[in-house]
């Protein structure tokens, strides 16, 4: 089993900043990184950012590049998530999760244990 718990979400102004953090456990050295998503009211949820434990190589969805900072710490099993210059549509909920393959980063499928999710409240 694994298990994965995301912090730092909560209500910010629009140009403001938050850091988003997930804390992994279980059998987690049976996997190749971690991704986030998001999932908005009424839509799917869709790719945001992810990191390989393996090397560090990050991947970004277009719409936060130059804004969302992924990082992680191999020590604590945990990813964080810098971001800055938020906007009202990056409201969310936002999820981590194990990429379990470690080939299309941005795909839902390749993930399969998920947390609970942390909203992200940005007021206009």
């Known amino acids: 089993q694994v298990q994965l718990v995301e912090s730092g979400g909560g209500l910010v102004q629009t140009g403001g900043s938050l850091r988003l953090s997930c804390v992994a456990s279980?059998?987690?050295?049976?996997?190749?990184?971690v991704g986030w998503f998001r999932q908005a009211p009424g839509k799917g949820r869709e790719f945001v950012a992810a990191?390989?434990?393996?090397?560090?190589?990050?991947y970004y969805a277009d719409f936060v590049k130059g804004r969302f900072t992924i990082s992680r710490d191999n020590a604590k099993n945990t990813v964080h998530v810098l971001m800055n210059s938020l906007k009202p549509e990056d409201t969310a909920v936002y999820y981590c999760?194990?990429?379990?393959?470690?080939?299309?980063?941005?795909?839902?499928?390749?993930?399969?244990?998920w947390g609970q999710g942390t909203q992200v409240t940005v007021s206009a």
């Open positions: 999760a194990r990429q379990r393959y470690g080939r299309r980063w941005s795909a839902l499928y390749e993930y399969d244990y």
């Open positions: 279980g059998r987690t050295f049976i996997s190749y990184g």
């Open positions: 990191i390989s434990w393996i090397d560090g190589s990050t």
